[in-house]
């Protein structure tokens, strides 16, 4: 006869069936950009998206914190930059391609660079109800100056900087990046150059920067030189001291009559002292009105 059948264990069977893990999301995809900016070429990590009012805000950001060059040395962003990826991969070929060669002709190489704003959920040129600005859409960077490994700083807008080192930034930036605005385009862009990669019709670009001229050097105002023939200050200042002129007025003071003397004069051949009439004074009633 057949064996029959091995009843269940009391163990397997009040052993609860395990819930179904639920499967984790799929990472999300990293955009090309995000793959190209490896840390060999910027410190940059991603940051959440942002979605604010009126558009303000973007997709595949990050935070820029330092721009690495071929020979592995950093150039810190101060304060770090929160941009688009692609603007940020923009700052950071800029950086790489055109200052640093730069900076090793001035003084041992660039060390940093001054962020002046980078996003900032704002209309153009802070002005209530304007456009949404560049810097709205983490689009755009401001840069005022950048520097060197010997510790001095280099203004883009100061005009003691060279002309030909200032023109030299104006032709890279305006060669790499759609819109350009510095001193000459209106009086909020004087102390700074602003970058952004903002997209026109026709692909068409703003480059507005006046490299102006050093200001004159103005020399202090000095005394007129004395003329050659004017006498020696010694005897120039004996001979003042000699002339009739001087004594004049010395004289004359010692001429005029005491007004105590003539009242003692007076009071002593049995007179009252000669008084002068006092002018009056009118007394004005006040007028309520």
Known sequence: PAAPAEAARPSEAAKPAEAAKPAEPPKPQLSACR?????????????????????????????????????????????????R???????????????????????????????????????????????LSEHGRANALDVRAFGLANGKSISLTDRSVPRDLRETVLHSVCARFSTVLGPGSDW???????????????????????????????????????PEQAPPREVAAKSDASRPDATKSDHGKADEPDAAQSDDAAAARGGAPETKPQPTKKRRQSRRL
Not at 43 to 54: F, K
Request: hydrophobic content about 40%; charged content about 25%.
């Open 85 to 131: 990826c692609r603007m940020a991969g923009a700052v950071a070929d800029w950086v790489r391609t055109d200052i640093a060669p730069l900076a090793q002709r001035l003084g041992g190489g660039i060390s940093n660079l001054d962020n002046f704003d980078s996003f900032e959920c704002r209309g153009r040129n802070r002005v209530v109800g304007a456009q």
């Open 188 to 226: 909020y862009h004087e102390d700074h150059i602003h970058l952004d990669l903002a997209e026109r019709r026709g692909n068409y670009r703003i480059c507005q920067w006046n490299v102006y001229d050093p200001l004159p050097q103005v020399a202090p105002l000095l005394p007129a030189e004395r």
């Open 35 to 83: 793959q190209a900016l490896t840390e060999e070429i910027a410190i940059a990590p991603s940051i959440p998206d942002i979605h604010g009012a009126g558009g303000c805000g973007g997709e595949d950001l990050v935070r820029l914190e330092a721009i690495v060059l071929p020979d592995k040395r950093k150039v810190a962003v101060r304060p770090a930059a929160i941009l």
